[in-house]
């Protein structure tokens, strides 16, 4: 699989949301990797049954990498809040509805806080990429990074939930910083180091 990240190659990258696109083109552009988005290749967004984080992603990696038969790079992420026993979790994009209206999943984070009377506001969010070549192997990286749910939102940078979550160590939202800073910190840089360590641990090994 190191192959796959090799400077000049290309990779899909296995989500239809624009904005979750740009950030991974941006981790990877240091590679000097082709980036692809699966919504300008019109291929199919697959339904996802997995039960985690990292089951979802390997299965957008997989489905991606088969129907274009490029590698593929998927994300699934999202928030978890312990005052709601880590919802939304897996399911953080559907609190928007169909439509996917972070508005709204917003409006119901602070609504579903408030109704369980919440004192702890502290949340995670969670990143598993899977990196996926067309015969089917793959390979998961999961990260995280903690902070504090706010309200009302702040900031129109980043996309999501980032306008309610405050990162430790840090006063502003990450819908407020500079889109260079979140990508040091945040669960997909997070995964993306774990990924990348590995796939240079898979050139030595092809050296051999």
Not at 23 to 39: F, Q, T, V
Not at 103 to 115: F, I, N, S, T
């Amino acid at each position: 699989m190191g192959s796959v990240l090799r400077r000049g190659a290309r990779l899909v990258i296995a989500s239809h949301n624009e904005g979750k696109v740009r950030e991974i083109a941006a981790l990877l552009e240091p590679l000097g990797i082709e980036c692809l988005s699966a919504g300008k290749l019109n291929l199919p967004e697959p339904e996802e049954t997995g039960e985690s984080f990292a089951e979802n992603a390997r299965l957008k990696a997989l489905a991606a990498a088969k129907a274009s038969g490029i590698p593929a790079l998927a994300d699934d992420s999202g928030l978890e809040i312990a005052a709601l026993a880590g919802d939304p979790g897996i399911s953080s994009a559907r609190w928007g509805g169909d439509a996917k209206d972070f508005q709204a999943a917003m409006k119901r984070v602070h609504d579903e806080l408030e109704a369980v009377g919440a004192r702890d506001y502290k949340a995670n969010f969670t990143c598993a990429l899977a990196l996926a070549a067309p015969n089917g192997q793959a390979q998961v990286f999961e990260g995280k990074v903690f902070g504090t749910i706010v309200w009302p939102p702040r900031g129109t940078r980043g996309f999501g939930y980032d306008p309610i979550f405050v990162p430790d160590g840090s006063e502003e939202t990450f819908g407020e910083m500079d889109p260079e800073v979140k990508h040091a910190i945040s669960h997909r840089a997070r995964a993306f180091e774990k990924l990348i360590v590995r796939s240079a641990v898979t050139y030595d090994d092809d050296k051999r």
